[in-house]
């Protein structure tokens, strides 16, 4: 562990009383002995600094169960088990009081980006390998199902979460189905080299994942 996670460690026992803050930050530095300067330092952008620290912990144990103990069956299945593990991954009220903070305007982009995260940690941990514009469409759906998901799972009382289940059960036939009706245009004569004009100069970030993607005649 880190100064840094033990920061955080620290920080999430006054989440409670203090909220989603600054306060709760430099109250957890104070219990470490760890300057309030220094504190700033390991977890900037106060609140949102500490909520976006706290989910990408989450990010990063999904990436070790997808890597550990991958789902099986339909990919369809592999994806709704990837948003559900998340979930349970998380504490309610840390991530209730997280959106509260991420759901400021000036925050609003981190909370994008967040979600795009998470999008990414499951589709590379199922082994996507898209590098067109797929690469894109397919982070930008999931990452809208998974906030839908993770909005209605605040307000889940029923048994074992069922009822998210199979919220994100029907979001997931939903992309599905668009997904089939996209394959069924292109074959329409015409509409396949018409999308390929349109976007087949679009390629995945590879190892430069801070910018929004590069074209064919980029060097890779």
Do not use: C
């Amino acid at each position: 562990m880190t100064q840094t996670d033990d920061l955080i460690d620290a920080a999430l026992t006054h989440i409670p009383f203090e909220g989603m803050n600054d306060r709760a930050l430099i109250a957890g530095a104070r219990d470490l002995g760890i300057a309030p300067q220094l504190a700033r330092v390991l977890v900037p952008m106060g609140g949102a600094g500490l909520a976006a620290a706290v989910h990408r912990r989450g990010d990063a144990a999904l990436a070790r169960w997808l890597a550990e103990t991958p789902p099986e069956g339909r990919f369809r299945d592999r994806v709704a088990a990837a948003v559900w593990h998340r979930l349970e991954l998380a504490d309610r009220e840390t991530v209730r009081s997280a959106s509260s903070v991420l759901a400021l305007p000036q925050n609003a982009a981190l909370a994008a980006r967040l979600m795009w995260e998470t999008a990414d940690t499951i589709w590379t941990g199922l082994g996507d390998t898209s590098e067109d514009v797929n690469w894109y469409s397919k982070r930008a759906i999931l990452a809208g199902v998974h906030s839908a998901a993770a909005l209605y799972w605040l307000g889940d009382d029923s048994e074992g979460g069922r009822d998210t289940r199979d919220f994100i059960d029907r979001r997931i036939d939903g992309v599905m189905r668009f997904e089939k009706l996209k394959a069924a245009a292109r074959k329409v004569p015409g509409v396949a080299a018409l999308a390929d004009l349109a976007v087949g100069w679009v390629r995945a970030p590879g190892a430069a994942p801070d910018l929004p993607g590069r074209s064919r005649g980029d060097a890779a």
